[in-house]
């Protein structure tokens, strides 16, 4: 179930992973999602 | 942890947009949310059924979302459409962790990451000598061992990866160093919590303990929320610190290697740091300089940290569906024997270190 080495790499999880991140906090700073509960 | 990139099988990548590769994604990530909701939901459940009086185990979340995913991936042989979508797991794993950023202000970022940096210096030095050693006595293949010890010592998975490729190792021993790992984190999963309560041990020293000993970011995130939301924040903080380290061992092996005359030589050796470290770790930096800084709210800065918890429903899900029993049995006897042996020693040793270090001041 692991990614093997001899996998094609389709995109960046770590960028990825950074610019959605970055992209809510946005979100959240502006009040667009005012609020998220657990 | 596993790669840094999303894997998506060579024959779509090739022919096919971008746009569709990442539909070949909507699966598996479909199966990680609804088991990770399913996790969540049977807490829920619980907390319903225990208010009225009606039996229930009190299993958390976490717990409910791998045991269902160990359930699902090793009872039924899951259709090849899934498993493309299923290595999205990384990525909410990662987005967590950067979120979770938002909870430390940089003052503990840098007293308690600090702290790790020196300890995880210490165990880099013990671990990968001791693997070294044990490598030899049970008599594994020189590259297997080195595999070993850097999957033990800095980051699982992804430094066997980021290896496999630097010192030339064959794909045989690469699958085999990737297994052990995998499956000592799976037992981690389950004695750990045991250990660290049956020692009383605080939050934050249990969080560091297991940033330090668990192998995969992955099992050390699992790891550390099994013990509570604290332990769980630390163990993403130590693991990161040790995280870091991972160019530097890799380089190390890569140098030996061609030194040998049996890897090629690593040319630009600071842009090969830059390749191999794990760039998600800025993010994290980022997102709590931001909130050091004033940048959010309270209710904001609560959000962001709920926001982590959503994003590693996914990845404990992640967790349970990847971890395959078999392979328990398929790798032989030796290299499990090894890993066994180095995990033991270097859960001991950290464990050591994080008392020792502490004086008893982390609780």
Redesign the interface.
Known sequence: ??????????????????V???A??AL??LNV?P???? | MSTHTIPVPLETTRQRPLWRQLLTLLPGTALLFGVGFAGKGIESLGHYLRSRHIPFPQVEYVLWAILLGLVIGNAVRLPALFRPGLATYELWLKLGIVLVGAKFVLGDLLHLGGLSLVLVAIELVLSLSVMMLLGRVFKLRPKLTSLLAIGSSICGVTAIMAAQGAIDSEEQDTSTAIAAILTLGALALFTFPAIGHALHMGQQSYGIWTGLAVDNTAEATVTGALYGDEAGRIAILAKTARSSFIGFVVLGYAVYWASRGQAQHVQNKALFLWQKFPKFILGFVAISILATAGFFTHAQLASLGNLSKWAFLPAFAGVGLRTELRDLIHQGWRPILVGVLGEVFLALVTLGLVFFSTHGALR
């Open positions: 179930m692991d990614p093997r080495p001899s996998v094609k790499l389709a995109f960046n999880v770590d960028a990825a992973a950074i959605i991140a970055l809510l906090a959240i700073r999602i609020h998220i509960g657990w």
